[in-house]
């Protein structure tokens, strides 16, 4: 897998699930600016707020290929093997795919990131364990300190020069 980050704010991006991961995943893609709808019968009370704070489109139904056509990102976290198994199945060469709960079944994996400033850092095990990924990614954290966060602020503020 190559690490790359990608800029998805405008982008549309379409959440199959309610639960715990998928909140995370929402989570996450909201904070990039995506556009995003999710498709899910239910929600847990951690997505159900997102939804509301971040009026997020929400398609109260079972998910299906038809929900991701156009979509850039599709995240698939649903408790239902099958339907992610067939939704991945369906999705275009040109999209990127998540499976959440079976990383091989996807074309991407969605890493931990640290952010802090302009300091980025995304830890992943390539879907082997997510929990390990998780600790690893606080292990890095903690030696990114204020004063190296403010050497790359002022490092960035060089280079962009004085007309930004």
């Known amino acids: 897998?190559?690490?790359?980050?990608?800029?998805?704010?405008?982008?549309?991006?379409?959440?199959?699930?309610?639960?715990?991961?998928?909140?995370?995943?929402?989570?996450?893609?909201?904070?990039?600016?995506?556009?995003?709808?999710?498709?899910?019968?239910?929600?847990?009370?951690?997505?159900?707020?997102?939804?509301?704070?971040?009026?997020?489109?929400?398609k109260k139904k079972k998910a299906e290929p038809a929900d991701f056509k156009g979509a850039f990102l599709i995240i698939l976290a649903t408790d239902d093997p099958e339907a992610n198994k067939r939704i991945a199945q369906s999705a275009s060469d040109h999209q990127l795919v998540n499976v959440a709960s079976e990383a091989e079944r996807g074309n991407v994996y969605v890493p931990k990131i640290i952010n802090k400033g302009n300091i980025t850092i995304s830890v992943s095990t390539n879907g082997a364990s997510p929990r390990h990924t998780i600790e690893l990614a606080g292990q890095i954290e903690e030696l990114i300190d204020d004063q190296l966060v403010r050497g790359v602020e002022e490092l960035f503020n060089k280079r962009r020069g004085p007309n930004h």
């Open 1 to 58: 897998m190559l690490p790359l980050h990608i800029n998805i704010s405008g982008k549309r991006v379409a959440i199959a699930g309610g639960g715990r991961i998928a909140a995370r995943r929402l989570q996450t893609v909201i904070s990039e600016g995506a556009a995003v709808t999710v498709i899910s019968p239910e929600a847990s009370a951690e997505m159900l707020e997102l939804i509301e704070t971040y009026r997020v489109h929400w």
